[in-house]
């Protein structure tokens, strides 16, 4: 199957699976409001309201999707794919206003209370909708993991969220019906609160997507095993990538080589390469950089050695790599990366510097400081 028939299909399910959401919440929304307005139940009706917000939320993926799945053009060469993130954003945006909504509405009940009236009918509704909202969130949930959608994934977490919301108007009305204690207001002040919470939760997940997050351990490992299973590959480093949507990809990646190959080899194998993570990866990688191993100087190896050994005895150093001895020009030549967690760089830099230039005064060093970009 085609990238492009892969895309239409992944498209066409969150395209269905959102429309399936808007039917129900509809459905559900209607019944409750009325339940709720018949049954005078704050609780009910600020349910019917986050099951209006559900169905708006669905659209709001829809649309997105649509949008997301368009071509690329001129002014967005690498497509449309981001336009999910804003769509995941807005369904937060909307969670967190109906949150904050609801809880001003129960509020103003708390202050001025008025008593339910709830009868086997009201009940009877109010358990199919948790029924309901229990399946329809694990559906969503689970079809938004398999094709990668946070909106999704968002919109079913949400209704699994619903499902609890509505238990809890069960257990509040069935509190007041055996002992008299009206517990709407506050419930619906527990029920705003929860909405509240889980919206500013959605919204700061898709905020730091947008933000760029770092890629997931597994698959740049998966990445890299499969750039350093060319026989010519030394090992792979500061792998970068850039996501433009849930499965584009775009990055870049420097790999070790023997000092020794041509340049017309060394375009074979990087060619090679980009075929080859693009096929199993689906990840672009529209640069690979080139580090060149000493294989003519015998003394180069115990040299690095040497200065891996001063590298990596400092505790925030993570790695090194590229290392490459000139002699000519009497030059060592490496990168380094240091861990997020190390408060001053440039201080670890000059320490280990100072270190390797007394054991090797009559060289210039060059050490180039890494990013932890990837594991």
């Not at 694990?138 to 919109?155: C, E, F, P, T």
């Not at 792998?239 to 499965?247: E, I, Q, S, T």
Request: proline letters at 2%; glycine letters at 6%.
């Amino acid at each position: 199957m085609s990238q492009e028939n892969t895309e239409q299909s992944r498209d066409s399910v969150i395209v269905r699976t959102s429309i399936i959401g808007i039917v129900a919440n509809v459905f559900l929304a209607t019944f409750k409001a009325v339940v709720g307005v018949l049954s005078n139940s704050i609780a009910i009706v600020l349910d019917a309201v986050n099951n209006l917000s559900d169905a708006m939320s669905s659209v709001i993926t829809i649309v997105g999707t649509k949008l997301a799945g368009r071509k690329p053009d001129r002014k967005h060469p690498l497509g449309y794919g981001r336009l999910e993130y804003l769509s995941a954003t807005i369904i937060s945006v909307i969670v967190l206003y109906a949150g904050v909504t609801s809880f001003v509405e129960s509020v103003k009940k708390i202050l001025s209370p008025e008593k339910a009236d709830y009868s086997t009918v009201t009940l009877v509704i109010v358990a199919a909708a948790v029924v309901v909202k229990i399946i329809l969130g694990r559906y969503v949930k689970s079809v938004g993991k398999k094709v990668n959608s946070d909106a999704l994934i968002a919109s079913g977490t949400d209704a699994t969220l619903d499902s609890i919301i509505s238990a809890s108007t069960l257990v509040a009305a069935a509190i007041y019906m055996t002992s008299g204690i009206s517990l709407e207001a506050w419930l619906g002040a527990i029920i705003s609160i929860v909405i509240i919470k889980s919206g500013i939760e959605m919204l700061k997940d898709t905020v730091s997507q947008i933000l760029g997050e770092r890629a997931d351990a597994s698959f740049t490992k998966a990445i890299k095993a499969t750039i350093a299973s060319f026989p010519e590959v030394n090992g792979a480093y500061d792998l970068v990538l850039h996501a433009y949507g849930p499965d584009t990809y775009v990055g870049s990646v420097h790999i070790e080589i023997p000092d020794t190959m041509t340049a017309g080899e060394i375009d074979r194998l990087t060619r090679n390469i980009r075929r080859e993570v693009y096929k199993k990866h689906k990840v672009m990688l529209e640069g690979v950089s080139v580090y060149s191993i000493n294989t003519k100087d015998d003394n180069a190896h115990a040299m690095m050695e040497t200065c891996r050994n001063i590298v990596l005895s400092h505790e925030y150093v993570l790695q090194m790599h590229g290392f490459y001895v000139d002699e000519e020009l009497k030059n060592i030549t490496f990168d380094m990366v240091i861990s997020f967690k190390a408060n001053n760089k440039e201080e670890i830099l000059k320490e280990i510097s100072d270190k390797i230039r007394e054991v090797y005064p009559n060289y210039k060093l060059y050490i180039a400081l890494d990013a932890d970009f990837s594991d």
